[in-house]
């Protein structure tokens, strides 16, 4: 069974179009995470959520979306996509908020044509 | 903000040496992390460090924390092909990972 598994793995889409990534968590976390892993293997934190409340948004535009419908889930939907947003968006979860170890899904890797 | 500075940012060295990378930072954590990523994966958690001075062992791998808990070092002995990888170290409440270091052992 994968503890944190997101969808797709890989998505090639046209400069303007909506997309949603997804990703489910089995460990029984509270906490859960997106990271954007841009081409110089930089990993930065996006959003995070405790209880599918939002406790970290940093400075993302406000393009991007998480929606956590329950504490095992925690969706990321991006509107009017553009180039600069190609990278590899990963979730994660923790038991706890932060100083925790953290589970990470195997990716999704997002190219902007 | 809490930041985490890795050094060196790129490795290349030859089965069988040792090496040592470092994350230093300017602020106090209550705790580190180091995790592996190998390409096409996410990372993965190989130690955590609590007390400052605290040195902890994985077969070649030996984690201190600094006696300040502003930095942390790993150091690899006797380097294999399958250390190849970026090791990235983390932590805080925010969870906040550095740059990484990119470690390639050729065999």
């Known amino acids: 069974d994968t503890a944190v598994s997101q969808t797709p793995k890989y998505l090639v889409t046209q400069m303007g179009n909506d997309k949603s990534i997804k990703c489910e968590q089995n460990?029984?976390?509270?906490?859960m995470y997106w990271y954007k892993q841009d081409s110089k293997k930089f990993l930065k934190i996006m959003f995070s959520y405790n209880n599918k409340e939002l406790i970290i948004n940093e400075t993302v535009p406000n393009r991007f979306s998480p929606k956590s419908p329950d504490k095992a889930h925690l969706n990321l939907h991006i509107n009017s996509l553009e180039l600069g947003d190609s990278a590899v968006y990963f979730c994660?979860?923790?038991?706890?908020?932060?100083?925790?170890?953290?589970?990470f899904g195997q990716g999704t890797r997002l190219t902007v044509v | 903000t809490q930041l985490l500075e890795q050094s060196p940012q790129f490795l290349s060295i030859q089965e069988g040496e040792n090496l040592t990378v470092y994350c230093n930072s300017s602020?106090?954590?209550?705790?580190l992390q180091w995790y592996r990523q190998e390409p096409g994966e996410g990372p993965v958690l190989l130690v955590t460090?609590?007390?400052?001075?605290e040195v902890k062992k994985l077969k070649r791998l030996t984690f201190q924390f600094g006696d300040a808990r502003k930095d942390s070092s790993l150091h690899i002995t006797a380097a294999q092909p399958g250390d190849t990888g970026l090791y990235l170290c983390a932590g805080g409440k925010k969870l906040v990972f550095g740059k990484g270091t990119k470690l390639t052992v050729n065999p």
């Open positions: 994660a979860s923790s038991q706890d908020i932060g100083d925790t170890e953290a589970f």
């Open positions: 602020s106090v954590f209550s705790s």
């Open positions: 460990l029984g976390h509270d906490t």
């Open positions: 460090v609590v007390t400052g001075g």
